[in-house]
């Protein structure tokens, strides 16, 4: 039976669907109320009922986009697309779908939402449901590419909630393919010339500085790092960038409480990554937005808390070298025994074509992935083990919902310490005025026989060499209301180097990135914030690493011996003003065109600098400020080599 549905007037013209009770049972009376931007506001006696309207509102607002995506995570996409080439690179979908079926995203999700506990698989159920129920409901009125790709939705299942959540987790997260060729690649790195010493790690940027946690904590942690063998390695590359958040505690605040502000750094696409909602039930009442198909709340806030996401990067995958035989097919040996792989026999419809089998080999390490983690000839059968897939006990869903159930922002931090994948910065506030930081994650303690901490392939040959466990959730770091009275994160150090627990790349290196950097220098620029205050920082335009490097020529025009080029001096006649002016990258600012062609990129393979300040971000912020504060302290000194 179809939904009734009317207008109805509330904070403007608002659409309320209510949905029958002939409709939904066993949920009772639902009701969505979308509002003038056509958000949907899910309101339910239960929280199974606003799961329910969620789905059903979703479905009827993404189903072409949850399909799709579903499909492409299921290793499905050529029975949509047919056999076409990726982009410009040479993978096809064919390969794209291989890749997906050998990584077994779908059996994983299966095989998770088995296990996941009756109240959370019941929630789960509910939106699918919903989604279903708006599905059947407007099957004549789907969206015309449903029809144009021959594409036709399947009943949705609380699995595919669950693999609509990992494919947004790839966003975040690294892969472990790569692992093979980081393990060729040590010792190529280019060391600093003569006389060029690299400097530590940049320390102060750290979201968790050392006084801002309880000794005891940190005995805790170094104890956990003892028994593992564990000690923080030297730094990787950086990790991925996704997005900015900050908040401010009630300390400094006019309201008392705390105010935040996420700002994730995403492409803008049709149809947006995201999916805003709001969803109201019995012990729910929860906006934000999170991914088509998925009840999650990524970014969001509830009438107690508020939080903001960015990306960790932390290893949580590896590669393990299998010892085989060409005499003993699909079959590995472990601690001295020969074990069988698991055989699973794939057929992949191919669009306009006859479909194609594929075998999937399967080790009580992971998939054998061979095939796709650039193996060289004499690299040997590689198995890839990765969360989410290699823990199908336990699923983030299960802190999600804990999130949306917290009445503050230490009951918050609690549920966040059961969150598994993707890896992820997390800042909180609550209306009483506490802040605080967890970085969540599922990370593997590694072998103590792995010399990188997970970064090259490892053998896989005994089961020392396996991973031992996974860090206990509150041993990552974490705070709760800094001294500073702030806290921010935009891909920048977690913690400092004191931390004895290896998270992955961002453990151990780098420290500011250029956001982070000027969000300090916002953040400390006041005593106290109005909201105003603190959504206006979003709207900052200086870009602090153009900005110093402009102040550093200008310094150079005066003192450098050998003069600059005629095309410098030139160009910093161009941009005194305008870094006189604020420095903004606001091109309503004169100057600001010539600014943004600044080059920012800073690579150890480059430049005698990054080799000693390091690359990336993070190195060129720590060469800019260590510079500027030399000449603050001496005006008339020479730029540090």
């Known amino acids: 039976m179809r939904p009734s549905s009317r ?3 509330c904070l403007g013209l608002l659409a309320l669907l209510v949905l029958p009770a002939c409709a939904i049972r066993p949920h009772p009376r639902i009701e969505i109320l979308r509002d003038p931007w056509g958000i949907p506001h899910v309101f339910a006696d239960t929280d199974a009922g606003a799961f329910y309207g969620l789905g059903y509102a979703t479905a009827e607002d993404r189903a072409l986009q949850m399909t799709y995506s579903l499909r492409i995570v299921q290793g499905r996409l050529a ?14 979908s064919i390969d794209h779908d291989r890749k997906m079926r050998t990584f077994g995203f779908h059996r994983a999700a299966v095989a998770t939402a088995a296990k996941l506990d009756p109240e959370t698989q019941a929630l789960l159920q509910a939106y699918c449901d919903g989604v279903n129920a708006c599905l059947r ?4 009125r789907l969206h015309p590419l449903f029809q144009h790709l021959g594409l036709v939705p399947e009943p949705w299942t609380p699995a595919d909630c669950l693999l609509s959540w990992w494919h947004l987790g790839q966003f975040f997260a690294t892969d472990g393919t790569r692992d093979l060729i980081a393990g060729r690649d040590v010792g190529r ?58 908040v401010v505690s009630g300390r400094r605040t006019t309201t008392g409480a705390a105010v935040l502000v996420s700002d994730p750094q995403t492409p803008v696409r049709n149809p947006s990554l995201f999916y805003e909602f709001h969803l109201r039930g019995a012990t729910i009442d929860a906006r934000g937005i999170g991914v088509p198909g998925s009840p999650i709340v990524l970014i969001g806030f509830t009438p107690h808390v508020a939080w903001g996401v960015t990306a960790l990067g932390a290893d949580q995958a590896d590669l393990f070298m299998l010892d085989t035989d060409p005499g003993r097919p699909d079959q590995y040996r472990f601690d001295g025994e020969w074990r069988s792989m698991e055989r699973h026999r794939e057929v992949i419809a191919v669009k306009g074509r006859e479909p194609i089998e594929h075998l999937v080999r399967t080790t009580h390490l ?20 990765r969360v989410p897939i290699a823990e199908p006990e336990r699923e983030t869903i299960q802190a999600a919902i804990a999130m949306l159930r917290a009445r503050g922002a230490v009951a918050f931090d609690r549920a966040l310490q059961a969150w598994r994948f993707p890896s992820a910065n997390v800042v909180f506030g609550d209306r009483s005025g506490t802040i605080g930081y967890r970085a969540v994650a ?24 396996d991973w031992q466990a996974f860090v206990p959730g509150d041993l990552l770091p974490g705070v709760i209301d800094p001294a500073a009275g702030f806290l921010y994160t935009a891909n920048h150090r977690p913690i400092g180097s004191w931390y004895a627990i290896p998270l992955g790349a961002m453990t151990g290196a780098g420290g500011d990135t250029v956001r982070s950097w000027r969000l300090r220098e916002r953040l400390q620029q006041q005593a106290a914030f109005t909201p105003e205050d603190v959504r206006e920082i979003h709207f900052d335009a200086v870009n602090p690493a153009r900005r110093d490097i402009v102040r550093l020529g200008l310094h150079a025009r005066r003192f450098a011996a050998g003069g600059l080029s005629p095309d410098a001096l030139r160009a910093l006649l161009h941009l005194e003003d305008w870094y006189i002016a604020g420095a903004s990258s606001s091109l309503d600012e004169a100057g600001a065109e010539l600014a943004l062609e600044l080059n920012t ?35 008339e000194a020479p730029l540090p080599a």
């Open 189 to 246: 790195r280019r060391a600093p010339p003569a006389g060029l010493q690299p400097l530590p790690p940049d320390e102060g940027p750290a979201v968790v500085q050392r006084p801002d946690v309880a000794p005891g904590w940190i005995a805790r942690v170094d104890e956990f790092a003892r028994a593992h063998g564990l000690a923080v390695q030297g730094g990787g590359e950086e990790g991925p960038k996704f997005s900015h958040a900050w």
């Open 601 to 635: 990129f800073f690579r150890v393979v480059a430049t005698d600098l990054a080799a000693v300040y390091g690359g990336g971000e993070s190195g060129l912020a720590c060469f800019l400020k260590t510079a500027v504060q030399r000449i603050v302290r001496e005006p």
């Open 442 to 465: 599922a990370i593997p303690v590694r072998s103590r026989l792995d010399p990188g901490a997970g970064r090259g392939a490892m053998p896989g040959h005994r089961q020392e060499q």
């Open 79 to 92: 029975e949509v697309v047919g056999e076409v080439r990726q982009g410009n690179r040479n993978d096809t």
């Open 137 to 140: 409901d407007q099957q004549e």
């Open 7 to 9: 207008r109805a007037s």
């Open 366 to 385: 992971g998939p054998v992935a061979t095939a796709f983690c650039f193996a060289q000839p004499g690299d040997g059968e590689v198995a890839l083990k």
